[in-house]
């Protein structure tokens, strides 16, 4: 499967964002997707995923309550919402899959698939 990821950007904090993930190439309904991210200097991270019926989401305790994740399996889409974002925020996001069983996914190396990546920078 090959992910696109878009609608990052420049934002002053406190505002919001909404990142979209579009896949192709395979049935999007049966992977679990991921967003990650990675700010300059450090590992990449989990921010949050859904599992493919989204019916189950799991959130990092750094976005629980301001970020939210779900997905559109009609248009092979998955998106993020990030409201009240922080400097702490800013790092390139990445979304990924994977089709292994089960509902949840939170390390870098669960994940097959990769996008590549877009920018998030909020300012302060």
């Known amino acids: 499967v090959q992910l696109q990821a878009s609608g990052g950007g420049l934002v002053q904090a406190g505002g919001s964002l909404r990142l979209s993930c579009a896949a192709s190439g395979r049935t999007f309904g049966g992977y679990i997707m991921g967003w990650f991210r990675q700010a300059p200097g450090k590992e990449r991270e989990f921010v949050a995923c859904?599992?493919?019926?989204?019916?189950?989401?799991t959130y990092s305790d750094s976005v629980k309550g301001r970020f939210t994740i779900s997905r559109d399996n009609a248009k092979n889409t998955v998106y993020l919402q990030m409201n009240s974002l922080n400097f702490e925020d800013t790092a390139v996001y990445y979304c990924?899959?994977?089709?292994?069983?089960?509902?949840?996914?939170?390390?870098?190396?669960?994940?097959?698939?990769w996008g590549q990546g877009t920018q998030v920078t909020v300012s302060s």
């Open positions: 990924a899959a994977d089709r292994s069983p089960g509902v949840r996914r939170v390390g870098v190396g669960e994940y097959d698939y």
């Open positions: 859904i599992s493919w019926s989204g019916g189950t989401t």
